[in-house]
């Protein structure tokens, strides 16, 4: 057994499912190791998307995700996906094959300090050498699964990788729970609850992490909070619950600043100030804040109160308090959702990109993933979808980086095939990752890949008009009138000009037995009316 062999058995033993990335001759060791040992290789067209695609499998799974690189260039272009995993805070192991170790430190072709590169964009950044495999790919497994998760470099010199192994696979790791809150302070906050007139919920992505995702839904309806969410957070509560306030901070947010700022106190569950900071939102209404770290914000947020600590503790503590007494009047939240709704949909004389997300709703299942990337769209879609279950939102909100969607979609659908995938993807970011689809074509995918096409990067182009600019770099171009054409890749491409053609082509697409791109048309005007609002 090689020290490549160790790794790849003990990837597998801690549960790991696949590796994603892209070869050279440096990374053939592993990958010969990955082929033998039963480690699937997924070979993607850039190194982003591997790292992208990896981190979707860390939050979907109870593993890192991984990802692949050689060194130099495809170390590089491996880091804004790994980025995103740091952000997002999700657990993730990226391997660069590097030089063999006599080599490293010479100023040689390719050669650049991978640790001084993912220093900054990852928990910790890790060698690889002889006699010292096994303990420090346990290190970073463990470093990846502890609070907050997030991603570990380690780097593999060729040499070490071909050697022969001299250790033993170390045991699994396990993620370390954090201590529970004191109980002093969970005390406090059950009295801020039951004196609060007025309190509101806010959900963030730390609650993605919950052991028991139903200790949410106990919380808000033991003290009856209306709640809202974060991007992230969405399905974590059924956004149909009759408390549900929806999705903060995106489109039309000036509509649900002014309900939350109606309340005399806001309950942060899991609040991740990474999303959205508080300072932006919150006004002058107290916080409490309940959460897995200390509140991050400035002098001008108000924080009643915080409990710190294992956040299944707190929420189990809090379902069991006195419930609270509050008098928000009968039908306020109910009212408010349906306000929301409305100007979330602005008349429109063409194909609106509000009715194309309404009509992937309507086909998707409700508990199929919904896998998107990042533009104008980002924000009528995190406002407007209604989200069912945990982990079927999928968006990048913290790094918030171009180029997420469709490996966010694929790895989806590699990690739950029993569900149905649609990636909603916008023309501008569609351009970065189309080399993807081939990807899902050679894995036999059954991917939709709905490209919502308005011709421009609409979020700069909203930016610009916004602030009086002539739209200039912006532009993309808009479909050909005589449609998209007959493949990319060897993957069916259609083209839809009306919710109607939408709606027919994407149940064919979820019932086929490959990937297929919806090149959508649509009228970009309305997102001047929700966005930033």
Known sequence: MTNADLIVRTLREAGVTHGFGVPSGNVLPLLEAMRSGGLPFVLTAHEGSAAFA??????????????????????????????????????????????????LGRRLQMAIDHRALF???????????????????????????????????????EDVA???????????????????????ALARAAELLQGARRPVAVIGASAMRLRTPGLLREVVERHRLPFASTTMAKGLLDEEHPLAL???????RQVQRDFLRGADLVVGLGYDVV?????????????????????????????????????????????????ARHDWPEGAVRDHRERWRRALRPSAAGFAPHRAIDVVREILPRDGVLAFDVGAHTHQIA?????????????????????????????????????????????????????????????????????????????IHVKQRRRCLVPYGTALGRGEPAGPPAHYFGVPAVGVRT??????SLRAALDADRPTVIEAVVDPDHYLETVYD
């Open 383 to 459: 406002s407007q979808w209604t989200a069912h279950e945990p982990r079927t939102f999928l968006i990048t909100n913290g790094w918030s980086s171009m180029g997420f969607g469709l490996p966010a979609a694929i790895a989806a659908k590699l990690a739950r095939p029993e569900r149905a995938v649609v990636a909603v993807v916008g023309d501008g970011c569609f351009q970065m990752t189309c080399g993807e689809v081939a990807t899902a074509r050679r894995l036999a995918l059954p991917l939709p890949i709905v490209v919502l096409d308005d011709g421009w990067l609409s979020l």
């Open 499 to 504: 919710a109607e053609e939408l709606a027919r």
């Open 54 to 103: 990896a981190d979707v499998m860390g939050r979907l799974g109870a593993a890192p995700g991984l990802c692949v690189a050689t060194l130099g260039p495809g170390a590089t272009n491996l880091t804004t996906g790994v980025g995103s995993a740091y952000l997002d805070r999700s657990p993730l192991l990226a391997v660069t094959c590097n030089l063999p170790t006599a080599q």
């Open 246 to 252: 929806g999705c903060i901070e995106r489109a039309r």
């Open 162 to 184: 071909t050697a022969p192994a001299t250790e033993d696979p170390p045991p699994v790791p396990r993620a370390r729970r954090l201590r529970p809150a004191p109980d002093a």
């Open 275 to 323: 999303e959205v900071e508080y300072e932006a939102w919150i006004g002058r209404t107290p916080l409490l804040a309940v959460d897995v770290e200390p509140v991050d914000a400035d002098a001008s947020v108000m924080v009643a109160h915080e409990v710190v600590g294992d956040l299944d503790a707190s929420l189990e503590r809090l379902a069991r308090a006195e419930p």
């Open 119 to 157: 220093g900054p964009l990852t928990k910790a950044s890790l060698a690889l050498r002889r006699g010292r495999v096994a303990p420090v790919l346990a290190e970073a497994l463990e470093i990846a699964l502890g609070e907050p998760p997030g991603p570990v470099h380690v780097d593999l010199p």
